[in-house]
């Protein structure tokens, strides 16, 4: 697949590396020469010095014969501009990243399809989707919804009171006979090595496990993992940006009471006046006793996105310290995430991650519909609609020549999910969600196109 990504910053050079490790075609524009210098000498990829949205430019590097255009500039303007220019030009697709949440919310009243942006990703509007629902399912360290909740990904490190440890997937199975969850993916304590469960496979106390269940089975999942659903009402924010902004504004709409607390004085100001609902403090979140002041202890949930990766990390520790229930850290730096479970923080997130898991499903091949990877784990989850000439289709899962290193999760018909086990039948239509390790995604695409 060839592609253009103009922008070369965090988001443009995190979804550059990705892709190159996929051998994919692509070309990285950006006006920072030493941005540019930097992929050049660490990824196989071209690089072009200049101005996306100068014609010139685009023509230069190709963009009559591209097959997706990324704009990922800093600046929501230049990215709709070479969208624009760049499907005028010949690209077969386009995606623009913006900040303005507005533009996605009206995205079809605006018409941004008719002059040329067949996608908008927001990073800031997927970090905040994110942590509202981390704190609706607070038990669990990770989570993704397919569907509208039809299937529900959830991630948990397993203690000693897990009912399962030391049993294997069968016999687990056995403690619910009606089976509404699946474990799709292990790391065991200490390892960097992600297993995908099999029947034999055997759980074991500190595994990282992830589990799909359909609409109800997460409550099977707390009283089998041996997690206590908290009741989440109370929720400070340390950093009113763009997803501070839009967090807040969220949890303020569904009844929660949030504290947001902003160091700039004049950005403290207007906040208070966007967000009537929430209690905005103009104060530096690193101080302690203003936490301290502002009643910490009597949060349910800390959720810190400054622009500071580190000061994210303490100021959640600190809030752990207080016995605060569930926090939440932005970080741009993504070797932390391998951190979060050792030094005490519940859940890393990463804009990087979010906007690269969201745009990765229009390099897949097939008819992907959603795609998420699984945090500190080397697997994927990919969503395929099964069209009539899949080689899948109207075969039994136990039938389908599935490598060893996938399993089908679970699949969505008619908008309800179903934990499908052997002899459930694939057919046309269905969403059919798909946990597999890099090395296998090729094969199991194959399967689906």
């Known amino acids: 697949m060839k592609i253009i990504i103009a922008g070369a910053g965090e988001v443009g050079f995190h ?21 540019l210098a930097y992929a050049d000498t660490h990824l196989d990829i071209r690089t072009i010095k200049g101005d996306a949205t100068s014609i010139a ?17 800093a600046s929501e303007t230049t990215n709709i501009t070479v969208c624009v220019l760049a499907k005028q ?38 970090a905040a989707s994110e942590i509202e629902l981390l704190l609706n399912q607070s038990g669990f360290s990770d989570s993704y919804e397919f569907e509208e909740g039809a299937l529900t990904m959830v991630g948990t490190t397993l203690s000693r009171t897990a009912s399962f ?5 069968k016999e687990a199975a056995t403690i619910f006979p009606e089976l509404h ?20 496979t055997v759980f074991k106390e500190g595994d990282q496990v992830y589990f799909m269940t359909i609409q109800g089975g997460v409550e099977e999942l707390y009283k089998l993992t041996g997690k206590v659903r908290q009741n989440i009402k109370n929720v400070m924010i340390l950093g009113g940006s763009n997803i501070g902004f839009k967090t807040c504004r969220d949890l303020c709409s569904h009844k929660f ?25 103009n104060g530096d979140g690193r101080n302690v006793e203003l936490l301290e002041e502002e009643n910490i202890q009597d949060m349910d949930a800390f959720i810190s996105v400054t622009g500071d990766s580190e000061t994210n990390i303490m100021s959640c520790l600190v809030a752990k310290s207080r016995g605060v229930k569930k926090t939440i850290a932005l970080v741009e730096n993504m070797d932390y995430f391998q951190l979060s479970q050792s030094i005490g923080i519940d859940t890393l997130i990463n804009k990087k991650l979010l906007a690269a898991n969201n745009i990765f499903r ?20 990919l969503e395929f609609i099964v069209k009539p000439t899949s080689e899948a289709e109207g075969k039994k899962i136990k039938d389908i020549d599935f490598p060893r290193s996938a399993t089908i999760a679970g699949v969505v018909r008619n908008g309800a999910g179903i934990i499908a086990l052997g ?11 798909v946990c597999c390790l890099p090395r296998s995604i090729k094969q199991v695409e194959k399967m689906f196109v």
């Open 15 to 35: 979804l550059a590396k990705l892709l190159s490790y996929e051998s994919q075609d692509i070309t990285l524009i950006d006006t920072n020469k030493e941005s």
């Open 57 to 73: 430019i685009l023509q230069d590097s190709r963009v009559e014969n591209v097959d997706l255009v990324i704009a990922v500039t």
């Open 89 to 126: 030009l010949g690209a077969a697709r386009t995606i623009a990243r913006i900040s303005n949440t507005e533009f996605i919310e009206h995205k079809e009243l605006a018409g941004f399809s008719k002059f040329g942006i067949d996608e908008l990703i927001s990073p800031e509007s997927l």
């Open 165 to 169: 440890v030391g049993k294997s997937v």
């Open 181 to 200: 969850f699946m474990p799709i993916a292990i790391q065991r304590l200490g390892t960097q090595y992600t297993l995908i469960p099999r029947g034999d």
């Open 257 to 281: 009471n949030v504290k947001l607390v902003e160091r700039d004085k004049d950005k403290a100001i207007d906040l208070a006046d966007i967000l009537p609902k929430a209690l905005v403090i």
């Open 362 to 381: 229009y390099i897949r091949k097939g008819e992907v519909v959603a795609m998420t990877k699984l945090n500190n784990m080397n697997a994927e989850l």
């Open 423 to 433: 002899d459930f039948k694939v057919t046309a239509g269905d969403r059919v969600v």
